[in-house]
């Protein structure tokens, strides 16, 4: 005598009693391999029973691995439909929705096509299908496009041939990350439909909410493209959206010409030369061609001179002053240098205001600064600020200037007094991120606007 101990909860067996018996784990039968078998089942019996084999792959797809219960789908099928059992059978009985209906709905989720899935959703819920079901089967449905994605043989043994084949070719019109955020919708909109009295309207707002995910720009999209715009180079190209009817051809433009220069009324064409259609600039050439118009015009260049004329003396320049000979007096620039450097740089401003301007000589100006200003004449002479103050020194002087800095016993500063300035009113970030031209040619690229938080 032998005993058989079946559960699904193997992990709460006691060690005991796992050790004293002969385990077995049972696994999901495949879909196609179900099918064989219960068409051997129905060739087997007297007499045969007809039934088809898109009926029996659809019996295997709704036991989901087991071959007990899709026997027992068998025989209730022959109590309803007698000897003959056809697809149309299976579904009407058992409320299942045909694979060629799921991959219909999940055709116009990735065309976009709202209208098509509503409309499909609703055919189904006046059918009397049960929407739980139709809702898991197109989840079911997504995973596989994702797998086949993945590994192209990982739904070999679910799928009949022709099926896999439909399936690869869907695939390849979707990325798997837009497959990913479908998936998550729709299974949070499965667990809603579980307990909600109104499963349709879960179903057409999870439809409607994919095909709005299915048309936002992923953020390595929006990254890729603000690199681009950022570096100057060609923006990436996005794939576009498969239409659900191909689009009626249009008449080829006459001719090539900017979309805001057409003329009111059409130009000749020439005769002998016919001319080509316009090519589709991309959304970089078009941001480079407007860049280069808003530049300004190369001027035209002079026209020759006759032979006949005589050419007009030309006008000999006064020789620049040397530095040598120049004389600039420090009390003069002084006051415009204070200004400058309050205005331009006014972190050094106090450092440099704690000295004075003492001599220019040679292309050297000597700043001097009392003994109790030493940190300041350093934080003067540091590369930076160095670099800055001779060359606002050499735009003053109107020549080359070194700056010297040193220290002065008994040296009196004359202060300046600080010139009145409006109170400069901070600019609002969120503005200034909004008019900045990169962020401009982003949302122009995704036709996107910025909301605020």
């Given at each position: 005598?032998?005993?058989?101990f079946?559960?699904?909860?193997?992990?709460?067996v006691?060690?005991?009693?796992?050790?004293?018996?002969?385990?077995?784990d049972l696994?999901?039968?495949?879909?196609?391999q179900?099918a064989a078998?219960?068409?051997f089942?129905?060739?087997s019996?007297?007499?045969?029973?007809?039934?088809?084999?898109?009926?029996?792959e659809?019996i295997?797809?709704?036991?989901?691995g087991?071959?007990?219960d899709?026997e027992?789908?068998l025989?209730?099928?022959?109590?309803?439909?007698?000897?003959?059992?056809?697809e149309?059978?299976v579904?009407n009985?058992?409320g299942f929705t045909a694979q060629?209906t799921?991959?219909?709905?999940?055709?116009?989720?990735i065309?976009?096509?709202?209208a098509?899935a509503l409309?499909?959703?609703?055919?189904?819920?006046?059918a009397?299908?049960?929407l739980s079901?139709l809702?898991?089967d197109l989840?079911?449905?997504?995973?596989n496009l994702?797998?086949?994605q993945?590994n192209p043989?990982?739904v070999?043994d679910?799928?009949?041939?022709?099926?896999?084949v439909?399936?690869t070719?869907?695939?390849?019109?979707i990325t798997?990350?837009k497959?990913?955020?479908?998936?998550?919708?729709?299974?949070d909109?499965?667990?809603?439909?579980?307990w909600?009295?109104?499963?349709?309207m879960h179903?057409?707002i999870a439809?409607?909410?994919?095909i709005?995910t299915?048309?936002?720009?992923?953020?390595?999209?929006?990254l890729?493209?603000?690199?681009?715009?950022r570096?100057g180079?060609p923006?990436p190209?996005r794939?576009?959206?498969?239409?659900?009817?191909?689009a009626?051809p249009?008449?080829?433009p006459?001719?090539?010409v900017?979309k805001?220069?057409?003329p009111?009324?059409p130009?000749?064409?020439a005769?002998?030369?016919?001319?080509e259609p316009a090519?589709?600039?991309s959304?970089s050439a078009?941001?480079a061609?407007s860049?280069?118009?808003?530049k300004p015009?190369a001027?035209?260049?002079?026209?020759?001179a006759?032979v006949?004329e005589?050419?007009a003396?030309k006008?000999t320049?006064?020789?620049?002053p040397?530095?040598a000979?120049?004389s600039v007096?420090?009390a003069?620039?002084?006051?415009?240098?204070?200004?400058?450097i309050?205005?331009d740089?006014?972190l050094i401003s106090g450092?440099?205001?704690?000295?004075q301007l003492?001599e220019?000589?040679?292309?050297?100006?000597?700043?001097?600064?009392p003994p109790e200003?030493?940190?300041a004449?350093?934080a003067?002479e540091r590369p930076?600020?160095?670099?800055?103050i001779e060359?606002?020194?050499?735009e003053?002087a109107?020549q080359s200037i070194?700056l010297k800095?040193?220290i002065?016993q008994g040296?009196v500063i004359?202060?300046?007094?600080?010139?009145?300035?409006?109170p400069?009113?901070?600019?609002?970030?969120m503005?200034?991120?909004?008019?900045?031209p990169?962020?401009?040619?982003?949302l122009?690229?995704f036709?996107?606007?910025?909301i605020?938080?």
């Amino acid at each position: 005598m032998k005993f058989v101990f079946a559960t699904t909860n193997v992990e709460k067996v006691p060690t005991t009693i796992i050790s004293r018996c002969q385990r077995f784990d049972l696994t999901r039968i495949p879909t196609p391999q179900i099918a064989a078998h219960l068409l051997f089942i129905a060739r087997s019996e007297n007499p045969p029973l007809q039934l088809s084999a898109a009926a029996a792959e659809t019996i295997a797809r709704g036991a989901e691995g087991g071959l007990r219960d899709a026997e027992s789908m068998l025989d209730q099928l022959v109590a309803f439909c007698g000897e003959t059992i056809e697809e149309a059978d299976v579904l009407n009985i058992f409320g299942f929705t045909a694979q060629q209906t799921v991959a219909e709905l999940c055709e116009f989720l990735i065309v976009g096509d709202t209208a098509a899935a509503l409309g499909a959703i609703h055919a189904q819920a006046e059918a009397g299908k049960d929407l739980s079901r139709l809702m898991s089967d197109l989840i079911e449905h997504l995973r596989n496009l994702l797998v086949v994605q993945c590994n192209p043989l990982g739904v070999q043994d679910e799928l009949s041939a022709e099926a896999l084949v439909a399936l690869t070719e869907q695939s390849t019109r979707i990325t798997s990350d837009k497959l990913l955020d479908l998936i998550e919708q729709f299974a949070d909109a499965e667990g809603r439909m579980k307990w909600a009295a109104n499963k349709k309207m879960h179903f057409e707002i999870a439809a409607i909410r994919a095909i709005q995910t299915l048309n936002q720009a992923t953020l390595t999209e929006v990254l890729d493209t603000l690199t681009a715009l950022r570096g100057g180079g060609p923006l990436p190209e996005r794939p576009a959206a498969p239409q659900p009817a191909p689009a009626r051809p249009r008449p080829a433009p006459a001719a090539a010409v900017p979309k805001a220069s057409v003329p009111a009324s059409p130009a000749p064409a020439a005769p002998a030369v016919p001319a080509e259609p316009a090519p589709k600039l991309s959304l970089s050439a078009t941001i480079a061609a407007s860049l280069n118009e808003k530049k300004p015009a190369a001027p035209a260049p002079e026209p020759p001179a006759k032979v006949n004329e005589e050419p007009a003396p030309k006008a000999t320049p006064a020789p620049a002053p040397t530095s040598a000979a120049a004389s600039v007096s420090p009390a003069e620039i002084w006051p415009q240098f204070v200004a400058r450097i309050r205005k331009d740089r006014p972190l050094i401003s106090g450092w440099v205001e704690s000295g004075q301007l003492a001599e220019i000589t040679n292309s050297v100006a000597v700043f001097a600064f009392p003994p109790e200003a030493s940190m300041a004449r350093e934080a003067c002479e540091r590369p930076n600020n160095r670099t800055f103050i001779e060359k606002l020194l050499s735009e003053l002087a109107g020549q080359s200037i070194t700056l010297k800095c040193e220290i002065r016993q008994g040296l009196v500063i004359d202060k300046i007094a600080p010139t009145e300035t409006k109170p400069v009113t901070p600019d609002d970030p969120m503005e200034t991120f909004k008019n900045d031209p990169l962020i401009q040619k982003a949302l122009a690229e995704f036709k996107a606007e910025i909301i605020p938080a």
